[in-house]
């Protein structure tokens, strides 16, 4: 494959702008010309009138799209995976990882589509003698927003990238995608961009149904979501560059979903019994989670909650022995390496804070030397800026009198991705308010497992209260993420003929619909 | 009843403003005090403290409640529809068939909670001997989102205020609800909300589950609004009202969903061959539906549109006599009457409008004499002005060259409520590129049908895109309202006691749920 350093604008290449900027690893004599503003408009024109067309294939039509994706993505592997590792520095082994998850979400949307019951097709049929007025045919199923901007995620340069979550469940969905590069990789992004296009070429899919825009600066990221085409957003990243596109699209006439995915320390709260049972095991196996990946998985575990007691002791000593005995891990990129050092040295300094594990003053290249702090639980409950993220191997253990400081900790948690449990059935049933608050924290509630590892499945949320998301009504994870895009319409008094398949008496598409509420699969 | 012009905070009357206004009608004595923002904090304080417990009722307890309040609704209806008459102006039969269709609502969420099935429960089960990871149990289900601030409407006094639409679905979902009457009829809303008070007591709900506040001023509303713990939001009004909330809660550092249902001017295409064989009749049954209520529905239909014909201009004549005919009809509040009577004025100045009927000079009391206008297409399309809303009798006639000029119509029409369509087959399948393009528009396209009459059932949807709504992906009417206040959370790796009873791998509540993506009734 070929790279360029240019935008995609539906087929065409594009870079007018003298104005560019380079990555670092295997690409380097290529420069990436920042997306101008005229460019954005282009790639949201094409996308728009990709829509008109785009809106009405068939589940099976898109289904064979992405599955096309994955084959190009599969097929190419070897070489995305090796400017990837230039790019993110993040291994092998864990980048062909990636690799297969991002194909297999465009596959697992592609088995959404064809099976079909996603659009959530319910039909009340007419009662033409109802008195004292006949009841209307009324039926509803979800259909496409239009365009979506996507802006690619630094940590996950395939799977929250430009062929990732957002970009997959859009296109399922019916909608074009305008994704905008991350910066952190620009190489890899072109080289996945490109094979989006071609499969939509192999697939009869309109020309700008995917485009593709590079560029370090904030102008075009925010004239993409204020443009009035743009009907909804995914972002992955940091809270303070999800804010800022929040707060863009928030001055827009027109308010739209903007899906921002930012910050979260995923509290993991360590429960006695089985902290007297484990706690050294356990210590380990949680620092395990916190090194993972440099730290960098937005599950990491970044606040550790647990009640004073000698296994408490027993547990942060192994946890800490763990984080010591690991090798310095490269960060993605320079500005997230500056963000560590930047953040541990604010941790440091604030009250009551004592560091176990870490050197601040150490900075070689780009290598994340892991960091535990320690700080008693009436601290952190008076303190919200203790909540706030360390992106990359670092932890805060918070020290608790006993269960009903416990408790307290849970109550003044902000929103959060993740809340985790780890306890004995007898912690638990002892623990249910604690737990009961957790759920009402957090998108996904973990009993006993590390946060890190996110399964794409059905019943996954990987989403939660503010500040984890700016919506926590959704996930951007698991087959779910389709209804970031779509909204229901609803059709009165169709002729069976203009009805869209899925609402038709017959359901030629063997669909399970909802018929006076009831689920069937049968036809009317 | 006894009115007391208080504020309902939990069981406790509260009315420390001095500041207060009066209603019209049959109370005139009565003062309403407006709530402060101290007692705006103490409504959510007590709503946030009881959604700790509410959360946790189960469906059929919170059907039990909202079987209670349409109960109480029922048996004081001649005295409640009594005042309504009064503060709204509206008839007697009307409001008769508001307060069943609002004791409807109620039994319809009721019986939807009864059943079980909304909360969407899916189910992954874990396999321990995955490889090269195991698979984790994963499970999920809609849970409540939290304290609810409700604003009622002022063309509905029962079904889209205080006992209404946002009202039953957030009590359904598990919300406490903060409702902010509207001031067209503040006795009217202190009755209900003394009745839903009184329910939840005789059902053993949580004080605070249901708050009621007075008030004319914005402070307070902005305040509501913006409170911390307030979770989401749900008004229908002017666009003006709901911009101003929706901004106000822009402003908040933790974003939350805001669904304000404003304007909508449900445009309506009538298609030659209908036009051909049904001119007159059609022109009197749209007129008909223009003339409902004073033309105070949200779905009232403000812009019709045809093609230059013989035909059109029977159908046109046909309107305008039956409008000629129709007596003036009083409208709901002063302001209501007032913003008639100017956006008549401004919709009479605008470049192409001719006048057809109605004397804007006349303003006799608040009976609004009924109105029609007439614009060539072209004009119409170069004009966003003349898509503004008349809340009121009055409509404005599109008439286009040709079929294609109507195509262009449909193109640049803002986000509506309902678009509608008559025509006879052939002319559906004639414009079935129009057809396509209002789906794009309206939350409902309607055929061979006016848009007034809003069926409560499973399949509508009572929305769509800005400025009808703020919030295209939801209904406020319908079973599928309840998902307005409520978000998916993720249980991972439970112990089966401790999961709701929804997740439970015996399925104790008989519910329709999703296991490893397929639907089933089935136990595990």
Redo the contacts between chains.
Sequence with gaps: MQLTGKNLIGNKLSGINPQSFKGHGGHSGIAFHEATVGEVDQAVAIAHKAFGSY??TSGVERAIFLERIAQLIDESKGELVAIAMTESRLPEGRLMGETGRTTGQLKLFAS?LR?G?WVNA???PAIPDRQP?P??D???MQ?P??PVAVFGASNFPFAFSTAGGDTASALAAGCPVVCKAHPGHPATSELVASLIVQAANDTGMPEGVFCHLQGEGYEASVHLVSHPAIKAVGFTGSLGGGRAL?NAA?KR???I?VYAEMGSVNPVFVLPEILEKEATALGQKLAGSNLMGAGQFCTNPGVIVAVKSKAQEQFTEAFKTALEAASADNMLTDKVFSGYCSNLGKMASLRGVTQLVGNLTAKEGVAAIPHMFQVEASAFINNPDLQEEVFGPSSLHVVADNAAQMKQVSDILH?QLTASVWGT?KD??GH?EL??TL??K????????PPT?V?V?????H?G???AT????S?SVG??AI?RF??????????Q??LPEALQDANPLSI?R?V??Q?TDKAL
Tied chains: 1, 2.
């Design positions: 809106k009405n959404l099976e019951s319910m039909i009340d007025l009841k209307p009324v039926r509803q259909r927003l239009g929040f928030a006439n027109e308010p979903p929103g059935e638990m049933k249910s737990i009961g759920e009402s957090a998108g996904r509630v973990i009993f006993n497992a590892g399964e499945t059905y019943a996954m949320v989403g209260p503010y500040p700016t919506d926590s009504r996930t087959t779910n209804y779509t909204r229901a319409v609803c059709y009165q008094g169709y002729h003929a203009l399970t909802k006076n509420g689920f």
